[in-house]
């Protein structure tokens, strides 16, 4: 069993950065072997998007409206993921969710990302 736990979300100013983390908790001392990872994000009464994504060997892809501003990366130490977003547009503002595919698939709980004009 695994959880995704987000954080690293808040208010910001355009152009300003923040950098998302997800926290993959798994039992101590187990080693997580992650075949995809991505972040998703969703706006009020919008559909769920995908924003980046990071396959096991360290292939990224990127929806082409973050590309060149956001950049996902991993600790595989930590069991950890993160989105690193700059120069950060309103349009940004949502939801932004964890994902991960092991054995099956798992969704975080989320975090808010609002950027203010």
């Known amino acids: 069993q695994v959880q995704l736990v987000e954080s690293g979300g808040g208010l910001v100013q355009a152009g300003g950065s923040l950098r998302l983390s997800c926290v993959a908790s798994v039992a101590s001392g187990t080693i997580l072997s992650l075949d995809y990872m991505a972040w998703y994000r969703q706006a009020p009464g919008k559909q769920r998007e995908l924003v980046a994504s990071?396959?096991?060997?360290?292939?990224?892809a990127y929806a082409d409206s973050v590309k060149g501003r956001f950049t996902i990366s991993r600790d595989n130490a930590k069991n950890t993921v993160y989105l690193q977003m700059n120069s950060l547009k309103p349009e940004d503002t949502a939801v932004y969710y964890c994902?991960?595919?092991?054995?099956?698939?798992?969704w975080g709980q989320g975090t808010q990302v609002t950027v203010s004009a």
């Open positions: 990071e396959t096991s060997s360290g292939i990224t």
């Open positions: 994902y991960a595919i092991t054995r099956r698939d798992y």
